[in-house]
């Protein structure tokens, strides 16, 4: 990083500490050249995800409209709102430690099947027939024996 003052390139850290959080450290440095001080932080960053539709189109990822397919899938079934939560938490932490600022929906379509699988058998098939786009009944048929040769 730059010496703020004259834009040299070269600079010596005088001290580094974490802070009480724990989540970000901060680091006194010295320009090598004109011996000016400053300050830098290193923190986590979590930018935004974008998915990327089927059609190409970029959206930014949204945590409430994840967790609303989740909840529509466990409609009537007794998967109770803090696991369709920890459901969501769970997508969102394997997207963030990816690395990857761009998914497609089919990925999170796929991680989304994969937590409600855990939950719930009926939620699982409702989401799955609506993901996988069903226009056949043998193809809703064939997930349903899927799940049961898993047992
Ligand atoms: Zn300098």
Request: with cysteine.
């Amino acid at each position: 990083m730059k010496c703020p003052y004259c834009g040299f390139e070269e600079t010596r850290v005088l001290d580094s500490r974490v802070d009480s959080s724990g989540f970000t450290v901060r680091r006194r440095r010295e320009c090598l050249k004109c011996k000016g001080r400053f300050t830098t932080y290193e923190r986590y960053e979590f930018g935004p995800i974008f998915v990327i539709k089927k059609d190409g189109r970029r959206e930014k990822f949204d945590r409430e409209k994840i967790l609303k397919g989740i909840m529509k899938a466990c409609e009537k079934t007794p998967v109770s709102l803090e696991d369709m939560e920890k459901a969501v938490d769970t997508i969102v932490n394997i997207l963030q430690k990816s690395g990857n600022l761009e998914v497609s929906s089919t990925e999170i379509g796929k991680l989304v099947m994969e937590q409600l699988k855990g939950l719930n058998e009926v939620a699982y098939v409702r989401f799955a027939s609506v993901y996988k786009d069903f226009r056949e009944i043998d193809q809703f048929l064939e997930v349903v024996k899927e799940l049961k040769n898993e047992k």
